[in-house]
């Protein structure tokens, strides 16, 4: 696998680091179990990293040496993609002939690594675009910056190139066609999971009074009210939650603007209502850290809106278990793995009806999908669960089966058929033969 731009290793939630790295750690390790063993290629950004680390038994991560270690951004990183391939195809070099089955690279940038390899080594190339400049471009929040035609042309030359293009969704497989003209032959679709072990809900809902015990077989045994006492929130609160990169594509500014529309129209509400916003700045975001506070402050929400730094996976797990409802406003979202990860805690997920989001929620039985952004009709459904604490019980435990049925073991089985029918069909293009042959 290649990972050019962000390590797994990477705490997600913040600059770089987000659903992809998440999705490269699972895939990758239920692949091992599964018996294909992944090395993940990654570009160094400490002169401390060791060249490899055992993610798990079976996965190992290499760190590859291209350009300084510190300094440099995403766009910075074109720059270095002959860098990043010398390094990769040493490694290789290493190898007897034959070391590595398939090239599955994520992102453009590793497609273009990957594109190189897998070309020299004569072996497929199987591609995971996570996000798409064109996709995302057309439908920018106002004012963000779009992204630049030299991504749109190495994503059109990844898509060519690429033996296999894997789509989280249907409709992520349309985009690859209708966007970047990928043929039916190269597309297949394959679902992102959840972690299922570590996403699991409480044994209380967090909207009915607390304390219900919610007969899910996965609860953690744990109490919400338990849950709630740990982190600070009062037990009675409306729990209004934001997680994941802050930037304007993900729209929290759309959750801040609606929680204002909620405190004109019930100012009882304030005693308790808490909006946690769990992430850090990303992206266009990264130009005015403070812009979500500011607006916050602008709207006199100050005191509700509670800012936390990433957290790991477990601690994301409990602030999901605590919430009233999960709250995606985003304007693109290829997936959108928060919104699983939710559900899988039996938290309910209010998102934007974009991307992949409306296949990782059941509109109107583990949530609810809003079309557009205006921060009036936001408030209008999250005043549902305020008015309605049992609706939240009942689409929680609607949610929390809808999720389990998302486990990472069936998307690494998939990955895994997809490696194997394209490394089948490689065999029968002559291309192929006659590189492998000349190796
Ligand atoms: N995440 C995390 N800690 C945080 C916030 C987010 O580990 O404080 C993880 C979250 O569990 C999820 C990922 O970051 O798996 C975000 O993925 P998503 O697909 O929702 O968004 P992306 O970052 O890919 O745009």
Redesign the pocket.
């Known amino acids: 696998m290649l990972s050019v731009h962000t390590s797994p290793l990477h705490?997600?939630?913040?600059g770089d680091?987000?659903?992809?790295?998440?999705?490269i750690v699972e895939l990758s390790k239920r692949l091992a179990e599964l018996g294909t063993e992944v090395e993940i290629f990654t570009r160094a950004t400490a002169s401390e990293l060791p060249p490899t680390v055992e993610l798990a038994p079976g996965v190992l991560v290499r760190h590859v040496t291209a350009g300084p270690y510190e300094g440099l951004i995403k766009e910075d990183l074109p720059a270095q993609l002959c860098a990043f391939t010398h390094s990769v195809l040493r490694t290789e070099a290493g190898h007897r002939p034959g070391h590595y089955d398939v090239v599955h690279s994520h992102y453009w940038l590793s497609g273009q690594v990957g594109w190189l390899a897998a070309d020299r080594w004569g072996v497929p190339l199987v591609h995971t675009m996570?996000?798409m400049a064109k996709v995302k471009n057309a439908s920018l929040a106002t004012g963000d910056k779009p992204e630049p035609a030299a991504r749109i042309i190495g994503e059109s030359q990844v898509v060519e190139a690429a033996h296999r293009l894997i789509a989280n969704t249907d409709e992520e497989a349309e985009q690859l066609a209708s966007y970047y003209g990928a043929r039916l032959d190269q597309l297949a679709v394959v679902h992102p999971g959840v972690n299922l072990e570590v996403f699991r809900p409480a044994t209380a809902s967090p909207t009915g009074p607390v304390g219900d015990a919610v007969s899910d077989p996965r609860a953690t045994g744990e109490s919400v009210r338990e849950i709630r006492a740990r982190l600070g929130l009062p037990l009675d609160a409306v729990v209004l939650l934001f997680?994941?990169?802050i930037q304007p594509?993900?729209a929290p500014d759309v959750l801040v603007r609606a929680v204002a529309h909620l405190l004109d129209e019930a100012p009882e509400l304030r005693e308790r209502l808490v909006v946690p916003i769990?992430?850090?700045p990303?992206g266009s975001g990264m130009a005015r850290p403070e812009a979500l506070h500011k607006l916050a402050a602008q709207l006199g929400v100050c005191d509700v809106v509670r800012f936390?730094?990433?957290?790991?996976?477990e601690q994301?797990a409990d602030w999901y278990r605590a919430a009233t409802a999960l709250v995606?406003p985003s304007y693109s979202?290829?997936?959108?793995?928060?919104?699983l990860?939710a559900q899988a805690c039996g938290t309910p997920v209010v998102a934007a009806a974009v991307g992949g989001l409306p296949v990782a929620v059941r509109d109107g039985e583990t949530g609810f999908l809003v079309s557009g952004h205006d921060p009036a009709s936001w408030a209008r459904v999250l005043r549902r669960f305020v008015d309605n604490p049992e609706l939240g019980a009942r689409m929680g435990a609607a949610a929390a089966r809808h999720a389990s049925a998302f486990g990472w073991e069936a998307a690494a089985r998939a990955t895994a058929d997809v490696y194997a029918d394209t490394i089948e069909r490689a065999r029968f293009t002559t291309g192929q033969v006659t590189v492998a042959t000349a190796r």
Do not use: I
Not at 308 to 313: E, F, I, K, R
């Open positions: 705490q997600p939630g913040t680091a987000g659903g992809m790295n998440v999705y996570h996000t997680a994941g990169r594509l993900k769990v992430g850090g990303s936390q730094p990433p957290v790991g996976q994301l995606m979202e290829s997936f959108g793995l928060v919104a990860e």
